[in-house]
């Protein structure tokens, strides 16, 4: 499969515990990028990478959210400190530079209890 | 960044094209226009993007109106696995973001 992989696919954890998911885009992209997906909404735009470069990252991503892309390959997302709020799918997504579209993985739902 | 209305719901007879409004009334010359499709609990998945020409590849039609305002993703035949929701993006050249509404939820009907 030469898809967008994340891993885990689902994640339960307990409030106030860090989590992090990973992400492998398709292998020629060099664009990454993370949303999150709350139940009946659409995906909301979290942060993107260019390699290994951080260029954005929205309101929506507090100070308890990082992202990394160390060698411009996968990246990870933590969450520090869960709150029940975070429970949602984290949805990465990767293009190439040369344009076209952004291909998304499956997703990691995540469950705070 | 041009911003995109959809109806929020659709039905359709399976084995007949399925016609997806979108509007983008503000929509600006250099901004394309993508769909994507979301099945329950899976990640989106891209079907067609296009600029000011129609398109078509092996999933769907994209009709744009001569001024751009508006769309139609057409499902030329559509099957019960096509019932999802739909999302209309409007995306300018060069950058990056997708802003997603909340889409049409598409049913197709046996």
């Known amino acids: 499969d030469t898809g967008v992989s994340q891993d885990p696919r689902h994640k339960i954890t307990k409030r106030g515990q860090n989590v992090t998911f990973r992400c492998d885009p398709i292998s020629e992209h060099n664009r990454l990028y993370w949303y999150r997906q709350t139940l009946g909404q659409g995906p909301e735009f979290l942060t993107y990478?260019?390699?290994?470069?951080?260029?954005?990252k929205s309101r929506l991503l507090s100070d308890r959210f990082s992202a990394e892309r160390p060698k411009g390959s996968f990246s990870t997302l933590e969450i520090q400190r869960t709150e029940q709020g975070d429970s949602a799918m984290y949805l990465c997504?990767?293009?190439?530079?040369?344009?076209?579209?952004?291909?998304f993985g499956q997703g990691t739902r995540l469950t705070v209890v | 960044d041009a911003k995109t209305t959809q109806p929020t719901s659709m039905d359709c007879a399976e084995g007949r094209a399925a016609n997806l409004p979108c509007n983008h009334s503000t929509i600006s010359g250099n901004e394309y226009v993508y769909w994507y499709r979301q099945i329950h609990s899976q990640g989106p998945q891209y079907i067609i993007h296009g600029l000011k020409n129609n398109e078509t590849n092996e999933m769907a039609s994209l009709i744009i109106t001569e001024d751009r305002k508006s769309s139609t993703l057409i499902l030329p035949h559509a099957t019960l696995r096509d019932t999802a929701v739909y999302y209309c993006?409007?995306?300018?050249?060069?950058?990056?973001?997708?802003?997603f509404g909340t889409g049409t939820r598409l049913k197709v009907l046996a």
């Open positions: 993006i409007v995306r300018p050249a060069g950058t990056y973001k997708y802003i």
């Open positions: 997504a990767s293009s190439s530079q040369t344009g076209g579209p952004a291909f």
């Open positions: 990478f260019q390699n290994e470069a951080q260029l954005e």
